[in-house]
């Protein structure tokens, strides 16, 4: 039943038929989503699914072969090649949060925070720290904003590339396994920052391995198996009564790796 | 084994150092500049530009680096004016060591450029940069600290390279050295002289290398 739903007319994020090959190897075969704002969206699934490439074809840096995403209203259709301007229209809807953070090595954390609003976006510089500050202020960091990723853990690094992300007043945020990269103890902090800002109405994309997180947080689960969607629906109905065989096997594993 | 002059030695001082600030130090700047801006060029046509061009950027570096500095200074000196085309030693000069340093600058720009890493790239188009915006704020200045070391090499290579300017006319360090010798007849005092020269230009170099080096190494896990 999963993709063949009807589109809920509020949807900020809608995909439809997105497929993409690498050489002979099919990737992602015509993935409908959508999501309404304010929703979360937990994409689950097992590692060469193609979950994480569905996530970064929202924002092109993967660009699909077929199909349309629309965020807001920017649509862009891959039938065609796009242009990079067409690619970048549709980017500046979103913002994305990297599972290996991928900050700036040369600039220090307001730097980080700043460099998109202010250079991309040509906002006050001003303004954009003071912003800035105020982001890292929420999180304790606000005595970190000259320091250089390196001198950060992992989990702070993390909460950085978020902060980058929510600088840039995206309508979108997608999560790339945000803690996979984190040592166990580090998770937290970063979970709890993503459900605050769940909480405050953020439209996000996650794609995660936390199924905790998206029982508690997620409106709506996909798991996503060979390139397809396979099963979608409410987190109570995916993560605990999953109608597929392989979406039941996949939970158990995660749930019981022993 | 004759006495070292040391008069001799003392008094064309002068001169040699003098070579050096007014030859071979302005040719070595102005030569490493203009061959730093083709070498990144080069690069980046290698890197990004569509088959014609990536063509010829490989043509030239291929050829820069497949024939004797000394050759290329003499087609661009002795060669050229019997196309009609006469052009003065410095600027000589400046031409043949500048396209030679883009040569091999290209190669040094265009590896730094690839060992940036991918998410680098990703991160900057995902905060909404063009790729020229990206390559300007976050892939060169990374790129720049890996190509400090090679590109340093290079440009100390150009420095004593640039005594090859010599057989071309220009006034600098060591033509001084060739003048004074061929005047006194000294030649091993003369000669021994301007190689130490040299060699302090070089050793002042490498320690400022090594400055630069710790300046861009702030921001790197150590």
Known sequence: MSHTD???ASSLLTVEGVSKRFGETEVLRSVDLSVARGEVLAVIGA?????TTLLRCLNGLEVPDTGRVTIGDTTVNFS?????RELRALRDRSAMVFQHYHLFPHRTVLENIAEGPVVVQRRPRDKVHEEALALLDR???????????????GGQQQRVGILRALALRPDLLLFDEPTSALDPELVGDVLTLMRDLAAEGWTMVVV????QFAREVAQQVAFVDQGRVLEHGVPSQVLRAPREERTRQFVHRLLHPL | MTEIDWDLVLGSLGPLVSGAIRGTIPLALASFAAGMMLAVAVALMRLYGNRAVRAAAGLYVSVVRGTPLLVQLFVVFYGLP???????PWPSAIIAFSLNVGGYAAEVVRAAILSVPKGQWEASYMIGMSRRTSLRRVILPQASRVAVPPLSNTFISLVKDTSLASLILVTELFREAQQIAAFSQDFMAL???AAIVYWVICLALSSGQSSLERRLDRYVAH
């Open chain 1, 6 to 8: 009807p589109i809920p």
């Open chain 1, 47 to 51: 590692s060469g699914s193609g979950k």
């Open chain 1, 80 to 84: 065609a090649r796009p242009a990079p």
């Open chain 1, 139 to 153: 999180v304790g960091m606000v005595d970190r904003a000259g320091a250089y990723p390196h001198e950060l853990s």
């Open chain 1, 208 to 211: 995660t391995h936390e199924l």
């Open chain 2, 82 to 88: 019997s196309l009609g085309l006469t052009i003065d």
């Open chain 2, 191 to 193: 000669y021994v002289e």
